[in-house]
């Protein structure tokens, strides 16, 4: 079975401030995990992924994100945030496929929110 | 490429109505899904599919059909329309080779009245 709590429902940062998103995995096999990012009014687009390769994932706009198994951690992180990274962002988990068959499982968001 | 598209962008029904959410891809993906977005809920999974012909239950199935006649469309039918259906609806294809990436489309805002 798998899950994924993402740990603050709410992060607000002033620009130019790092940004830490937090996500906690659980999974009984070694997990896919991605983030991805949602703008109001728009569909989710992928931010980065890992899938068993290096353990620090570079993503776009400047995130990335470290795979801790002894943690089973997955946070996101960008070092100065911009006004337009404003956004709602989830974290997903996904087991190996059993079957054919792929059934991720998204966090509940985190709304992150930029000040001038 | 157009990616993955949906129509209608909005939808108003009443209780009871019928209707049906249409979405496309022309990645030739071999996985299709179908998502409903309710605050503080994220995505929760409704149907999925891992090819024509074949298709399976998400999480929150109950009030919704789905069929896949063709790799490219993957349309999402409200059988008869309850207010608890009001929510956003997101279809998405998966990239199967290099990590099950997902591609969205822009959703489908649906008030059910």
């Known amino acids: 079975a798998q899950s994924v709590t993402q740990l603050d429902s709410h992060v607000s940062v002033s620009e130019g401030t790092p940004v830490l998103l937090r996500c906690n995995y659980s999974s009984s096999y070694s997990p896919s995990l991605f983030w991805y990012v949602q703008h109001p009014n728009k569909g989710l687009q992928l931010l980065l992924k890992?899938?068993?390769?290096?353990?620090l994932v570079k993503g776009i706009n400047g995130f990335e994100a470290e795979f801790k198994k002894s943690e089973t951690s997955f946070h996101l992180t960008k070092p100065s945030a911009h006004m337009s990274d404003a956004a709602e962002y989830f974290c997903?988990?996904?087991?190996?496929?059993?079957?054919?068959?792929?059934?991720?499982?998204f966090g509940r968001g985190t709304s992150l929110i930029v000040h001038p | 490429n157009a990616g993955v598209t949906q129509t209608p962008k909005f939808q108003v029904l009443k209780t009871g109505q019928s209707m049906t959410l249409q979405c496309a891809q022309d990645?030739?993906?071999?996985?299709m899904s179908w998502y409903r977005q309710d605050p503080g809920m994220g995505l929760r999974l409704i149907h999925y599919?891992?090819?024509?012909?074949?298709?399976d239950q998400g999480e929150v199935p109950n009030g919704y059909n789905v069929s896949r006649s063709t790799t490219e469309d993957f349309p999402l039918r409200l059988l008869s329309a309850a207010p608890s259906q009001t929510s956003v609806y997101f279809c998405?294809?998966?990239?199967?080779?290099?990590?099950?990436?997902?591609?969205f489309g822009p959703g489908t805002r649906l008030t059910v009245t």
């Open positions: 890992y899938t068993s390769a290096a353990t």
């Open positions: 599919s891992v090819g024509a012909g074949i298709t």
């Open positions: 998405a294809s998966t990239k199967v080779t290099g990590g099950y990436e997902q591609y």
């Open positions: 990645m030739n993906h071999e996985y």
């Open positions: 997903v988990v996904s087991d190996r496929p059993s079957g054919g068959s792929y059934i991720p499982t």
